[in-house]
């Protein structure tokens, strides 16, 4: 997600017409994909068949036997396919002509406004009728990611001086009465862009922390750049939080090189962390999938298994919800940001909304003198189109552990997946004061919301470990469960507001979830429910 800092951004509008493609098929035509997908490539330039590229797509199988089926059927089509014993899905891959073929539809390349050059098929493929008795679904065939990077302050920020301190932050979420400080716990973030150790001590000694614990990252060291502030802000928002705490970074960039995306690589950058650093807190704020509209539930299969494996082994993931205000699929589309908003930009961050995700939103954060919580709101900036984001997910069912809240929006019933499921600061206005490229600055955004999380269950684990209880793994259950029935109220409820979907309002809601941590008593109510064995 992008750190946003109230940078003045002007957009052009430009019109264009979608023609769509008139794709061969073997049992009838293929249906054109709409919504915002077909806006993508609407808003694309079409460079034509992809003739020599590599190309993925994902299938839902109808049980867990190895798809033989499927296997000799690739095979006879020069493609293979990528399965594990106890998967429920399976990916096919091969060259973009065999796969266009084995599919019955066109597959072209495409080239964005900036340059970014990604494979797609504008009809959605069918299951083959061969095998309509071990494939139960197919995905989208599309190559397009998005790299979102955080972008340095041209103007000064109006926010309380010196803005939120590592001291401010901990009294404001009452992390304090723990008397922990992530000792033993180890935060991976994932991340575009490297980091800056003399920036580090010297925002350690500024605050009088002790020095940051800093792991050799993974996937080797990021580049330096615009992205590289984002790293900045994460690694010193979890150490403002749990100081004591071991820091890792991911370098994404390893495991997206070249033009495409594929969601294989994102379980296999989830996968890599999981084996090096088991049972361990990640942070996520890059944005690496496009919104949920344009894909189905059977593409992020690859990484919501690869994510249930990582939390079995006790690591917890937070995820920024994004800084669109609800607007997320309008991210999707490079210099279109000045045009009227439309049904068709609302969606979600598809790796946040993941069931087994806990999706962080954001907000405005008044404190007193001394850091003593006030009040919050929800963050939003309706000029800029900007805010917490969250929504009603579009490809995922509602996950057990929200069956019980209630949602307008989906029809009052659990059909669908509800985010935000927590939220904390992000409004730049209230925001953190951070070190980064040798200077001061003040940063926000859902960027900085997901690390602070991260940092809090670095302190939630410590103390649980401390005293009879046992690392948090998947949060949601535990959060949802908490709210429900803890024994003092471990959140504050932020009612006030809304982004530019919805509307904050007493209990969930879909912009700031079940709302910002009291820590301490969080922690005393999870540690309640592990000993209680429930």
């Not at 493929?125 to 995905?139: A, C, E, M, N």
């Not at 090096?276 to 944005?287: E, H, L, T």
């Not at 790796?351 to 850091?371: E, K, Q, R």
Request: charge should be negative.
């Amino acid at each position: 997600m992008r750190l946003w800092m109230r940078v003045l951004m002007f957009a052009a509008a430009v019109t264009l017409v979608l023609c769509a493609q008139r794709a061969p098929t073997v049992n009838g035509e293929a249906p054109l994909i709409g919504g915002p997908y077909a806006r993508l490539l609407a808003h694309a330039t079409d460079l034509g068949p992809d003739r020599g590229g590599h190309v993925q797509l994902v299938v839902a199988l109808g049980d867990v036997a190895r798809p033989q089926d499927l296997i000799s059927w690739a095979a006879h089509r020069e493609l293979t396919v990528q399965w594990a014993p106890g998967q429920d899905w399976a990916i096919i891959d091969g060259g973009a002509d065999k796969v266009a073929d084995a599919f019955g539809v066109a597959v072209h390349n495409y080239r964005t406004g900036d340059g970014h050059v990604f494979y797609a098929a504008a009809r959605q493929p069918g299951v083959p009728s061969s095998l309509r008795g071990q494939v139960t679904d197919v995905g989208r065939i599309l190559g397009y990611g998005r790299r979102r990077v955080a972008k340095p302050p041209i103007i000064p920020l109006d926010v309380p001086d010196p803005g939120l301190t590592p001291t401010l932050m901990v009294t404001a979420y009452d992390v304090t009465p723990l008397a922990a400080t992530g000792k033993g716990q180890t935060i991976a973030f994932y991340e575009w862009g490297g980091y800056d150790t003399t920036d580090l001590d010297a925002y350690a000694t500024h605050f009088k922390l002790p020095p940051f614990n800093i792991a050799p990252p993974i996937g080797g060291m990021p580049p330096p750049g615009d992205a590289s502030g984002e790293t900045m802000m994460d690694l010193e928002a979890a150490h403002a939080v749990a100081p004591d705490a071991r820091l890792v970074v991911v370098n994404a960039n390893t495991y997206f090189p070249g033009n495409n995306f594929a969601w294989s690589q994102v379980a296999s950058m989830f996968a890599a962390v999981d084996h090096q650093y088991p049972g361990v807190v990640w942070s996520s704020s890059i944005g690496i999938a496009p919104c949920d509209q344009m894909i189905k539930g059977v593409d992020a299969q690859p990484a919501e298994s690869a994510l249930e494996t990582a939390e079995s082994h006790g690591t917890s993931a937070f995820d920024a919800s994004g800084d669109t205000g609800g607007l997320e699929c309008k991210e999707d589309l490079q210099g279109q940001w000045g045009t009227k908003p439309s049904p068709q930009d609302i969606g979600l961050d598809s790796i946040a909304s993941l069931p087994a995700m806990t999706d962080v939103g954001g907000t405005t954060l008044s404190t007193d003198s001394n850091g003593v919580w006030l009040s919050e709101e929800t963050w939003v900036d309706y000029p800029m189109q900007q805010g917490t984001g969250g929504g009603v997910s579009a490809i995922y069912n509602r996950p057990d552990w929200q069956s019980r809240l209630s949602v307008a929006k989906d029809s009052g019933n659990p059909l669908h997946r509800l985010t935000p499921d927590v939220a904390a600061v992000a409004d730049p206005d209230t925001g953190m004061v951070v070190r980064a490229d040798h200077s001061w600055d003040i940063v926000g955004g859902t960027s900085l919301a997901a690390p602070l999380w991260a940092g809090f269950a670095a302190v939630i684990n410590e103390y649980l470990t401390a005293n009879g209880g046992h690392q948090l793994g998947n949060l949601d259950p535990l959060l949802y469960q908490a709210a429900a029935s803890g024994a003092e109220p471990a959140f504050h409820d932020v009612s006030l507001g809304g982004n530019n979907v919805d509307t904050a309002g007493p209990g969930y809601d879909l912009v700031t979830g079940l709302g910002t941590p009291d820590v301490a008593t969080l922690a005393h109510d999870i540690l309640d429910i592990q000993k209680a064995g429930r």
